[in-house]
């Protein structure tokens, strides 16, 4: 059973960078593609940035391109979401993703359907 801890949420201001981080444990993690999810109160879980499977293909959300990064560490088993330059509209609760397949051969998936274990979330919030 996959199963996914977050963590490194917080609170910061604007223009402030974050890092968080998603450890995978229970499946072969270079198996995997890996997505970045958020929620917003009130709203629902949107895209935020994927990875593929063989860590060559990022995908990322039109609102979060050019300022936040996916990488991942297949040593530690680790997804990193790197977020610079954070806007008050970034505030949202955080999820990570494995992909529902392994090694699928689409280049990325940016659909919550795609995905087949979740993390719990971490809180971000950014401050005007």
């Known amino acids: 059973q996959v199963q996914l801890v977050e963590s490194g949420g917080g609170l910061v201001q604007t223009g402030d960078s974050l890092r968080l981080s998603c450890l995978v444990s229970g499946a072969t993690f270079a198996d995997y593609g890996m997505g970045w999810f958020r929620q917003a109160p009130g709203e629902p879980r949107e895209f935020v940035a994927v990875?593929?499977?063989?860590?060559?293909?990022?995908y990322y959300a039109d609102s979060v391109k050019g300022r936040f990064t996916i990488s991942r560490d297949i040593a530690k088993s680790t997804v990193y979401l790197q977020m610079n330059w954070l806007k008050p509209e970034d505030t949202a609760v955080y999820y990570c993703a494995a992909d529902r397949i392994p090694r699928r051969k689409s280049a990325t998936i940016t659909s919550e359907l795609g995905y087949g274990a979740w993390g719990q979330g971490t809180q971000v919030t950014v401050s005007s």
């Open positions: 990875m593929n499977w063989s860590g060559d293909r990022t």
